[in-house]
């Protein structure tokens, strides 16, 4: 466990006064639906790029994969690299046109436009409840990691981060949630990333710490031809299939948490540099938390270093890799900043879904179903109202699942429920002018039924031998390997599904389609932008960033 | 930091500031452990490397850098 001096105290006490000066500083910037609900739509590519990265690096993520590395080992930069940047380029070359240019809200508001009322709510719904529950998880992670690491009441600093994040958000939307993400980027880097160079010291560098690390973990590729050569139990066709291309762009492309930042750019160029430039930040960040925890590895072979207990199972918990490095190397001072790293992580996690919930709530269901003619300020006063439920709902979730555990086995499968099957649903949107709103409505519904119905049947036991083979490529696969083939099958169902029932109906007329579907929307921005302006050179060199990246750790 | 009225202040500024402030408590903590020439506790793993003395001075490095980015006219919103 950590003790926090005087100064640890006053460094986290800082944190908390600059976030609520921001809410403050920016409440005036946000007495409209365009600040409030879009940032202003005034952003350069960098503000609007390391949000959209942070939006999605929230502690609990960090955390996660750290201890996760323990298990799985270098396979875990998978998730930052080809299972990250091809689908984040993807975002800004081919599909940010159609989403920027049409001036949404929302990724339902884009979803009404193309399609129709149904598919709009469904997503919304679904959207909706994946965002409360992961912030409620999110929440009570914060809590126990906190409880066990620092000893803190587990009610109190839940419901005070809550009532922090409350307050910024409630003053200066979602421009108060992009600061704090560009905040908590810093705070990471500067509060974490000394652990993994410290680690990486201590055992010798990053060539000795692979070279001691078991063959099954210590690649990318060279033992993905055969499941049972590798730690996670997969072979490269389902991290290429599963995680590389469907749950990846799945989540990327379509989930509105990330993809609201790219919305806040002043314009279109600087919108589709905006997954680009955040790219290039998401394949540094296996230095943080893959380094983290092969260091955690390395020195527990050792004897030197054990997990503490988590508190419910009373076993080894591995998301407290990371804060027992910090207690290891920290002297006084750091060690506040490192605790305030993974408190800004949260509570910028936190941030970012009750600002994408109260964005959906307010537009997509509210305005949508109850109050079609509401006023800009009654929509802000809304949307202010919506995110102290949203925290409210979050704590109340955070509390369900100190009650029933196992809640917390749901989130890796949440994204392979709504966002796996969505990516199919938006390809076709935005690429096929033919596919029709039934064939989308339908097709995302059997999609998210065929994902949750093999989550069920995997998980418990439903399923034959050969059904599981079949499914999965693996008599025996891990969670992780059987995550990646239901938000597989989730997309294959849907996209035939979609394809199948759109040839049977009939589609909108083409001049309803104008700035939705590819071939009907005039080409982005080129022409007079320099080179290095150029969304698509970016591009090129992050793709070949990454090549060299696989190669290297081959 | 100052500000005209009604205008935002760039979140580079804001990193700046919470990145400068966070930098000098900590160099300052360092220097005096270095001045003190105190043991650490025996805990405490890769002391000599000295990073609580080099990591806080790049901090404040970034933070110049950060103000310098939002004194060159970019928007924090």
Redesign the interface.
Known sequence: MITLTL?DW??IA??FV?IIG?GL??K??ADSSRGFFE??R???S??AGIAFLSANLGALEILGHAGTTLKYGMYVSHFYWVGAIPAMLFLGLYMMPFYYSSRIHSIPGYLNLRFDERTRILNAISFALMTLLMSGINLYLMALVFQVVLGWDWHVSMWVSAACIAAYITLGGL?SA??TE??QF??IW?GLF?VA??GI??VGGIDALLADTPRNMAHLWATAGNASENSMGVTWAGIVLGLGFVLSFGYWTTDFLVVQRAF?S?DLRSARLTPITASFFKMLLPLIVVGAGLVFYRLQALGEITLLDHPITEKPWNDTAIPVLI????????AG?GITALLAGFMAGQAGNVSAFNTVWTYDIYKAVFRKDASDEHLVLVGRITTIVGILLSVVTAYLAMQFDTIMDYIQAIFSWVNAPLFATMLLGMFWKRCTASGAFWGLLLGMGTSFGIYLGLRFGWFGDGVVWFLTQAEHPSDMAMNLWQAAWAWVVCFTATVAISLVTEPKPEEELVGLVKGLTPRADSGAVPLLGRPGFWAVVALAALVALNLWFW | MSKEP?R??S?WT??A???A??GA??LA??LL?LAGNEA??A?????H?R??VW?PAI?LA?SAA?FWAGRSG????
Request: aromatic share 12%; glycine share 10%; net charge positive.
């Open positions: 100064l006053a460094i800082l944190y600059a921001i500083h920016l005036r910037h940032g202003g005034g952003n350069s960098w503000v421009m992009i600061f560009i905040v810093f705070l500067a000394l160079i410290l010291s201590e806040s002043k207690a290891r190397y920290y002297p006084t001072g750091l900043l | 009604g935002m202040v979140i804001w990193s500031l919470i990145l402030v966070y408590l900590l903590a360092g452990r650490p506790p805990t405490l793993k890769m002391t490397l990073a609580d990591w901090m970034v950060l970019e928007r924090g919103g």
